[in-house]
């Protein structure tokens, strides 16, 4: 392979890995000064190209060295297996606490009755509540790391990774209230497994209730859209 062919596969690699283009031409440069610099020493053009390595191995070196320029690149387990569930629980406290707060001192307590019979108002604050905690916290957890699977240079692996736990946490719990007290609660699935094997009932928990797949469809759909953008976005390189 010649030097610019093998330079150029580099560097379309290392761009379809998503890393950011500063990045790409920098390791472009840097490869086709150190061919001319062999090149000037006597060594045949053949040689100096040999000696610059293998484009896959050339290409996982530096995947690899811009990787340990960030958290999730060096330690990917530890931020998408352990952090995005930590991070969903993180942002639910926080919503709760703020929520509580607003109502009881900005409210007045709204969104609670005294007269036992649930109104349009409270029913419609009760599915606002529950949409926030079971459907726009899990997406934005996903849309956030999923962008940052694909900008510290991983594979789509750890996208879907992050996308298939915000979707296990959002289509596990369900909904349920209380007319009589205008009250919700979120419980977990009663399985009755005792015809069906416990996979066959935990797919029928998620695909066949309606609000299963409203809570844990937009996860996937979204992280995997953001995944997808930030693919296709320049992406600014990192010190």
Request: glycine fraction near 6%; charged fraction near 20%; aromatic fraction near 10%.
């Amino acid at each position: 392979m010649s030097h610019p062919e093998l330079v150029e596969n580099v560097a379309a690699g290392l761009s379809r890995r998503g890393l950011p283009s500063e990045y790409v031409e920098r390791v472009q440069t840097e490869l086709a000064d150190h061919y001319a610099d062999l090149v000037e020493d006597s060594v045949d053009a053949a040689e100096a190209a040999e000696r610059l390595g293998d484009e896959r191995r050339l290409t996982k070196r530096f995947v690899r060295e811009y990787q340990r320029r960030s958290f999730a690149g060096r330690f990917p387990l530890v931020t998408f297996l352990l952090g995005t569930p930590a991070a969903l629980i993180l942002s639910w406290v926080v919503v709760m606490l703020t929520v509580q707060v607003v109502v009881e001192n900005f409210l007045g307590g709204a969104g609670t009755t005294v007269d036992g019979h649930l109104s349009w108002l409270e029913w419609a604050t009760l599915r606002i509540q529950v949409g926030i905690f079971l459907i726009v916290l899990p997406s934005l957890v996903a849309v956030w790391f999923t962008r940052q699977a694909r900008r510290s240079g991983l594979g789509w692996q750890w996208a879907a990774l992050t996308c298939v736990l915000m979707a296990f946490a959002a289509g596990f719990f369900q909904l349920r209230i209380d007319y009589d007290h205008c009250m919700a609660f979120i419980s977990t699935p009663q399985l009755d497994s005792s015809w069906l094997p416990m996979p066959v009932e935990w797919l029928k928990h998620y695909l066949t209730t309606p609000a299963q797949l409203v809570q844990w469809l937009p996860p996937v759909l979204l992280g995997a859209l953001a995944f997808r953008q930030a693919r296709e976005q320049p992406t600014a390189a990192t010190c």
